[in-house]
């Protein structure tokens, strides 16, 4: 049975950081591709980033680029998602994914397993 358990949310001002992980188990994830999504208040759940298990090849949404870095630890069967520069709008739950890699990767309904998520809120 796989689980997939988040931490490292919290509130932190405009401009910090947090780096989230998530932690993988329940069997070998060599052929899955891990992914974080979001979903703010009134909103729907969003891509952010993922990354194949194997080979490590990233993808990021637009929002995401250039502020934060997804990346995993095989040894340790976790994934991070280190966030840089926070701005308000980045306040949601975040949530680890995890799916085959070859589906879609920005679509939440194409991801099998999901953690309970973890708050990040981020104050102006």
């Known amino acids: 049975q796989v689980q997939l358990v988040e931490s490292g949310g919290g509130l932190v001002q405009t401009g910090g950081s947090l780096r989230l992980s998530c932690a993988a188990s329940?069997?070998?994830?060599?052929?899955?591709?891990m992914g974080w999504f979001r979903q703010a208040p009134g909103k729907e759940r969003e891509f952010v980033a993922a990354?194949?298990?194997?080979?490590?090849?990233?993808y990021y949404a637009d929002s995401a680029k250039g502020r934060f870095t997804i990346s995993r630890d095989t040894a340790k069967n976790t994934v991070y998602l280190q966030m840089n520069s926070l701005k308000p709008e980045d306040t949601a739950v975040y949530y680890c994914?995890?799916?085959?890699?070859?589906?879609?990767?920005?679509?939440?309904?194409?991801?099998?397993?999901w953690g309970r998520g973890t708050q990040v809120t981020v104050s102006s």
């Open positions: 990354i194949n298990w194997g080979f490590g090849r990233t």
């Open positions: 994914a995890a799916g085959f890699q070859d589906r879609t990767v920005e679509a939440a309904d194409e991801y099998d397993h």
């Open positions: 329940g069997r070998t994830f060599s052929t899955y591709r």
